[in-house]
């Protein structure tokens, strides 16, 4: 089995800045695309960043220039730097991973159990 876990997570102020972390861990052949998501209150999940492999990113537009994911595949563990954060990023902040546990078997997703954002005055 595989575990995520993430840490980072906080109260911040408008404007402020929070980095994220999401480690890997448990037996596994290899780590594909990572992500972050999050879920706001009342909201759907919504993906607001990923990494692959090889370090391609992508990003949901609300937060184009002032989030950056990064990823460290020694220690299999990725980063959500958040900067010029807003009240509309306030969230649950989940990482998501796509493991193939085994070489040649289809990959497997799993989800962490979230870390909380406010950002508030």
């Known amino acids: 089995q595989v575990q995520l876990m993430e840490s980072g997570g906080g109260l911040v102020q408008p404007g402020g800045s929070l980095r994220l972390s999401c480690a890997a861990s448990?037996?596994?052949?290899?780590?594909?695309?990572m992500a972050w998501y999050r879920q706001g209150p009342g909201k759907q999940r919504d993906m607001v960043a990923s990494?692959?492999?090889?370090?391609?990113?992508n990003y949901a537009d609300s937060v184009k220039g002032r989030f950056t994911i990064s990823r460290d595949n020694a220690k299999d563990t990725i980063y959500l730097q958040m900067n010029s954060l807003k009240p509309a990023d306030t969230a649950d902040y989940y990482c998501?991973?796509?493991?193939?546990?085994?070489?040649?078997?289809?990959?497997?997703?799993?989800w962490g159990q979230g870390t909380q954002v406010t950002v508030s005055s």
């Open positions: 998501y991973s796509e493991v193939q546990l085994h070489a040649g078997v289809l990959q497997t997703n799993y």
């Open positions: 448990g037996r596994f052949f290899k780590i594909n695309d």
């Open positions: 990494i692959t492999i090889d370090g391609d990113t």
